[in-house]
């Protein structure tokens, strides 16, 4: 038996984690959930918002599921995604059924690089008016993104890979990542292509029906991943992944949104589709295709929540989804 963490953290985090624990508990599969606090009324409290008796649930745990945090996220997620040793970003954007988009032929997945790059952290100070930033990319990494990326591909039959850089500029640097990613894809007997970092966002805003898994370095992973949100009709809705070696942090794409916090209307979608991928990743399959059906039919049949025009309640979409299941 598995054991998952669940932190539900701030405002909607409150909403939306209840509704994935049911879900999670209405499949064919047998759980064990330990609840960790953290979030601003824990900060308040005890001077921190993140105690170490929750850091040591999400290391402990097979999977953690955390909902949301709000202006302390850097204080929350950033340590937590460390926690779980996350190197990568896994992030789908897919347009959904019953929602406005604006491009409804999306449906890719990012593969984002998550420790190194120009989030290293590694800045300084030359004078007060001048400051810098040192890139980092090492061949390890770039080979545990790559052949991350690539396995992804595979197991999610895949039709294309990209891998997305800049070496034209950033010679040494992305030229190293290429450079891996060539041999990484000779490894794997899998087609890929280049595209240029910039190219690409031009690309994904006019045919984002052509891509399918992109591989990116930390920042532009960041950025193009916003974008593709953009293209299916917002953060809305969209789950995540951060995943470690042996273990692994799912996130729904969207903040605590406190203009609707309390209310009990949040869309639980994004956290229900995040506990899909957390079943793929601890290889419950099958039911993380029935959960992912079960919510594609309910958005696309009703009842809906009132981000997408409906007047369903957080809790009545979910017993609606737990029906389907
Ligand atoms: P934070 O600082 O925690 O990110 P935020 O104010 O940026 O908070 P987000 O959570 O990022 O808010 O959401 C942006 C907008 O999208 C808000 O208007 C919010 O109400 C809406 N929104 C986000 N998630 C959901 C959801 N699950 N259901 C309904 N509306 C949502
Ligand atoms: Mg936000």
Do not use: W
């Not at 007060?128 to 595979?154: C, N, P, Q, W």
């Amino acid at each position: 038996m598995h054991t998952i963490a669940t932190i539900p953290g701030d405002g909607i985090g409150q909403e939306v984690m209840p509704a994935a624990i049911d879900v999670l508990e209405a499949i064919d599969a047998e759980f064990e959930f330990v609840e960790g606090e953290a979030g601003e009324h824990v900060n308040d409290r005890e001077g921190t918002p993140l105690p170490e008796r929750t850091r040591e649930l999400a290391r402990d745990a097979d999977a953690t599921l955390f909902g949301a945090a709000g202006d302390l996220a850097a204080d929350i997620i950033l340590p937590l995604r460390g926690e779980v040793g996350s190197f990568a970003n896994v992030r789908p954007a897919r347009a959904y059924p019953g929602v406005d988009a604006v491009a409804p032929e999306t449906d890719l997945t990012f593969v984002r690089e998550n420790t190194q790059g120009v989030y290293a952290g590694i800045e300084a100070d030359v004078t007060a008016d001048t400051k810098t930033l040192t890139r980092v990319v090492t061949r390890e990494a770039s080979r545990k993104i790559l052949e991350y990326g690539f396995e992804y591909a595979r197991e999610h039959d895949a039709e294309r890979v990209t891998v997305a850089h800049k070496a034209n500029v950033m010679r040494k640097t992305d030229g190293l990542f290429v450079e891996v990613a060539e041999e990484v894809a000779a490894e794997y007997g899998m087609a890929y292509d280049e595209a240029l970092i910039d190219a690409l966002a031009m690309h994904l805003v006019a045919r984002p029906e052509e891509y399918d898994v992109i591989i990116t370095p930390n920042l532009a992973g960041d950025v193009l991943s916003d974008l593709a949100a953009g293209l299916v009709g917002g953060l809305g809705l969209l789950p995540s992944a951060n995943v470690g070696d042996d273990n692994a942090l799912f996130e729904p794409v969207h903040g605590s949104a406190p203009d609707i916090a309390g209310q009990g209307i949040a869309n639980p979608t994004a956290m229900i589709l995040s506990a899909s991928m957390l079943l793929e990743h601890l290889g419950y399959d099958e039911q993380a295709d029935d959960v992912e059906s079960a919510v594609l039919d309910t958005l696309e049949e009703g009842p809906r929540t009132a981000d997408l025009g409906g007047d369903a309640s957080t809790e009545a979409f979910t017993e609606a989804v737990v029906d389907r299941l």
